[in-house]
Structures are given as C-alpha cells and as structure tokens.
C-alpha cells in the first residue's frame, strides 16, 4: 500500500491556532511594556525635578534669596506689584539650566506676555515637560509641567495694603507661608522647618486647549468661597464644600492652564498645597473676570503618573508623594515654618 506524504505547511486549524496564540501573548506583554515605558518616563519626570532643584541652588548662591512668584523688575527676588502678568520663578531659572540664550532674549522689565516677550515665551523647554503629560508636547503654548509652592495658602495678595485683587479679602504678606510668594522675598535661612521638610515643586498637568468641556486640570472660575474659607490650612470639609461649588460651575472654565513657563501667576507656574495630589475637586477661583489667574484660588498638585505627583524638596531630593496622603500633613510640607516634625511622608 502507498502512502501519500502531506504537502509542507499549515493547516487552516493550525494557523488559526498560532494567531490567537500570538495575539494573547501581544496582550499579556503589552501591558507590562506600557508599564516599562511609564516607568522610564517617570524616572526622566524626577530628573527634571531634580535639575529644577540644583538650578535653585545656584540661584540662590548667586543672589542670597530665593526668587519670587510674579517677579518683574531688575532686583533679583523682586516682585510685581499687580500679580499680573509677572514672570515665574521658571524665568528666573533660565540661565542655570543651561537657557541663557533664550533669557538674554527676555525684557523683564516688560510684561511676560506681550511686547518683546511674545516670541521667546513660545519656545518649549525641554527640562519644563514631563514626558508622561500628552507624550512631553503641549496641546497650546510652550508648556510647563512643574509648580513651585505656595504652600498651604490662597497666595494672591493686595496689590496696595488693604485693596483687593480678584477677591473680597488681602492676603498679607504674613499668611504667605509657602517657600515661593509675591511680595515677599525669602531664602533658605526662613525655612525654619528645614529643607528637607519643605516643599519647593511639584508636577502639574496642561490643559487640553478645549474651552468647550471641562476635563479635570482645566480651571473654573467665579466660584466665591463659604463664609469662613481661611487663607490658611483649610480643613477638609471646607475644601469640599468648596470643590462642590467649583464643580457645579464648570461651564464657566478655562482651559489653558500651565501652558507658560514664563508667566508667573497660579495655574500656570505656581500651586497651593491645601487639596491633596491629584485631588478630584477642579482647581478654581474666586474672580468671574480674572482671565490670568490674578485671584485667591486652589491650584492643585497633579500628574499623569498613576497614584502619585513627583514633589522637589528644598534640599533638592526628589520623591514620590501619594494622592492618599494625609491632608494635614501635605498641607504641613508646604508650609516653611510649621514647627511639626513630619517624619516620612
């Protein structure tokens, strides 16, 4: 008897078989290559905040103090006036991260905005950016991913002793207890708490240019505060009862947040520790006509990085900082003389 030999290759069955073997295999490993690919980005993400620290250091070795939020005018550390349209501590970085061709471009005794700025201000900085927040390329504008503190304070202040900017009560220079603010100069002498128990930077994220929706990260405004808001530490129930109020007027929102590292005002270079990271309330503020963020708010720590924002610390480490942690004690971090020990947070 003749046997007939089968002819060479794949039967349908078979070929059936090794392309859905294939494609599990895609999808058991691509989680695992998506998670490598965020970890890298993490990494890089925490290596810009430390060359933000290191460039902190060498500004303050040069010129003794720290420099201000809204800085406009030729002192090093100096300040505006109005809170508008200042430049950020971001600008004044500049030539210690390697950026001096583009600060000599800058007139900083004009308006961050506008006038010889207007081209300058477009030009992305790499060391701005956080490869995790839309790939590292922002949606409109130069971007800016990272934010000094405010700490546990509202942050805008009077213009003139007693007059209001944006909202119904002055901030004093006193009730800014953040390591950055306006119209107060410090350096690392007023941490009192210790550099490595202050909270210099943390991450943010950029708007997504939609004015049509909101998204979180986009910011509301014309949400006036409950009666007894303090300028400092608020408690958590009265931050919800705040985030509840923002979140019933998110038509009225703007969507360009931190798409200028050159502007020095809130929502775009600087934030508040009084939410917790990533918190769910929107960012928000008091004013219904402050386009530029010139009002008492709650700017928030935030990231695309699952469970946690990187954080800078005055002493220049780095770490991870979770959305859970304590709120007292994130509140506590971002103030320069607490007086608590915090420990490991």
Sequence with gaps: MRHRLRAGGFTLIEAMVVVATTAM???????????SREAARRVQCRNHLKQLGLALHVYHDQHRVLPRICYEGSGPGSGSVTGWQGFSVQTMLLPALEQSALY??????????????????????DVFLCPSDFGGTPVDGAGNNYVVSGGPSLLMISPVPGKNVGGPASILPGEQIGMFNMRRTLSFRHLIDGTSQTLAMSEAI???????????GDLVYGAAFPAGFPNLFATQAQLNDYGKACSQMTASHFSDPHKEWINGMPAQTAF???????????????CP?????DSRGVWTARSRHAGLVNGLLADGSVRGISDSIDLL???RVGSIHDGHALGEF
């Design 25 to 35: 295999l895609v999808g058991l490993l691509l989680p695992a290559v998506q998670k």
């Design 104 to 125: 000599q471009q800058l007139n900083l005794n004009a308006q961050s905005l506008t006038g010889d700025n207007a081209v300058p201000k477009n030009t992305s900085v």
């Design 206 to 216: 950029i708007g997504d240019g939609v004015r049509g929706s909101y998204t979180l």
């Design 272 to 286: 508040n520790t009084l939410n917790p990271p990533n918190s769910k309330h929107p960012d928000c503020h008091e």
């Design 289 to 293: 006509r402050c386009g530029w963020y």
């Design 329 to 331: 004690t994130w509140q």
